[in-house]
T-cell receptor
Framework: QKEVEQNSGPLSVPEGAIASLNCTYSDRGSQSFFWYRQYSGKSPELIMSIYSNGDKEDGRFTAQLNKASQYVSLLIRDSQPSDSATYLCAVGLYQKVTFGTGTKLQVIP | GAVVSQHPSRVICKSGTSVKIECRSLDFQATTMFWYRQFPKQSLMLMATSNEGSKATYEQGVEKDKFLINHASLTLSTLTVTSAHPEDSSFYIC?????????FGPGTRLLVL
């Protein structure tokens, strides 16, 4: 079992829709959770961090964490073509952060 | 805040030469920095964890004598690819840790001819 799992996609959504990206993790003791966006040919960029159960909103982005179910998700409202990228989920335990392989999102104009 | 730079952004070298890549945290001090490699259309692969003032910790399968890492200060880590070969051509990305969060540099694209 992979430590951090994501569906590789591609996930295609129409412009203006809500994109929902999901991530599950195996270590129940994980403490910190991150979402990164990586455009093709570029390095990852931090979008959100979340540390406690519930929702955290930042602009069009909402991160949701459910530690009991060991999943973390990212919602992107009003998706734009510029949101088309690969989204990496990262999970931290103490000093170690493990990255998922990413979900490719395509926003169709 | 939390800006990480890398230099060079792109390098082309001949097979057998060595290439040094610098990673700097510009506005924070990073005890820990990480080096990743990413081949086209593949996911990030952690190569090593670099700790200031101590030896780097390499992931399984990464040759420490080929990929030399030095983390001499709290703002600078270097990766030297020694005797580079065409199969070392890749996108090398560093990250620096600031209170658990990793911030990535822009990456260095290495092409070995």
């Amino acid at each position: 079992q992979k430590e951090v799992e994501q569906n590789s996609g591609p996930l295609s959504v129409p412009e203006g829709a809500i994109a929902s990206l999901n991530c599950t993790y195996s270590d129940r003791g994980s403490q910190s959770f991150f979402w990164y966006r990586q455009y093709s040919g570029k390095s990852p960029e931090l979008i959100m961090s979340i540390y406690s159960n519930g929702d955290k909103e930042d602009g069009r982005f909402t991160a949701q964490l459910n530690k009991a179910s060991q999943y973390v998700s990212l919602l992107i409202r009003d998706s734009q073509p510029s949101d088309s990228a690969t989204y990496l989920c990262a999970v931290g335990l103490y000093q170690k952060v493990t990255f998922g392989t990413g979900t490719k999102l395509q926003v169709i104009p | 805040g939390a800006v990480v730079s890398q230099h060079p952004s792109r390098v082309i070298c001949k097979s057998g030469t060595s290439v040094k890549i610098e990673c700097r945290s510009l506005d924070f001090q990073a005890t820990t920095m990480f080096w990743y490699r990413q081949f086209p259309k593949q996911s990030l692969m952690l190569m090593a964890t670099s700790n200031e003032g101590s030896k780097a910790t390499y992931e399984q399968g990464v040759e420490k004598d080929k990929f030399l890492i030095n983390h001499a200060s709290l703002t600078l880590s270097t990766l030297t690819v020694t005797s580079a070969h065409p199969e070392d051509s890749s996108f090398y990305i560093c990250s620096a840790e600031d209170r658990v969060v990793q911030y990535f540099g822009p990456g260095t694209r290495l092409l070995v001819l």
